[in-house]
C-alpha cells in the first residue's frame, strides 16, 4: 500500500489527557504508507509536555503536513480537498462541543465540521470519565450527525502486556473504520481463538 493509493488522514490532537494515541496514529500511517495531515491544538502542547518527553516540533515530525491550529484557510478547512477523513485522537470535551455545535474556532474542529459536511468519517477518540448528562447528551447528537465515537478503551481479550500494547489495540481498531489495518492488532477469530462454548 503507497501514499499514492489513498489521500491522506487529517489527524487532530486536541488537550486530553491520552497523547500517546494521536503519536501512535501517526507512527501507525507512517507504518502502512498513508500521508498524515497533523493539527495540534494549542492545549495539547500543554498535555505533550506534560505526559511525554517530547517536543511539539518532534511530534509534528512525525506528520507527513503540519498545519498551524489558527489557520482555517489550510486545505483541511476545505471539502474540495480530499482527505479519508479524520481522526482526533485524543478528543477533549472541548473540541467534541465545538464539532456537535458547528460553531468552530480553529482548524481542528473546522476540520472535523468539514469531514462531517463531506460524510467522510470522522472518528472521536474521546478521553473523559465520568460523563455527565450534557456530555453524553453531546455524544448523542454527534452521533446522529455521523461522528463515530470511539473511546480509547481497553480490550482485555487481548491479554496485554504491557501499557503500549493496550494502546497499540485501541489505535489499531480505530483505524480499522478507515479500512486501514495495522499489523500490531490482535484480532478475534484470527490472532486470538474464540471460545468454545458448551453443546
Known sequence: ??????????????????????????????ELGIETHLVVSRSAALTIAQETELSVAEVQARADVVHKVADVGAAIASGSFRTLGMIVAPCSVRSMSEIATGVTST???????????????????????????????TLVRLAEMGAIIAPPLPA????????????????????????????????????LAPLKGED
Not at 162 to 170: A, H, I, P, T, Y
Open 1 to 30: 500500500m503507497s501514499k499514492d493509493d489513498h489521500p491522506p488522514l487529517v489527524v487532530g490532537i486536541s488537550g486530553a489527557s491520552g497523547v500517546v494515541y494521536g503519536l501512535r496514529v501517526l507512527d501507525a500511517c507512517r
Open 107 to 137: 482548524l481542528l474542529t473546522r476540520a472535523a465540521d468539514v469531514t462531517l459536511k463531506e460524510r467522510r468519517p470522522l472518528v472521536l477518540m474521546v478521553r473523559e470519565t465520568p460523563l455527565h448528562l450534557g456530555h453524553l447528551r
Open 156 to 191: 482485555f481479550y487481548a491479554r496485554p502486556a504491557s501499557l503500549e500494547e493496550m494502546v497499540d489495540q485501541s489505535v489499531g481498531r480505530a483505524l480499522d473504520l478507515f479500512g486501514l489495518a495495522w499489523r500490531p492488532v490482535r484480532r478475534w477469530g484470527e490472532d
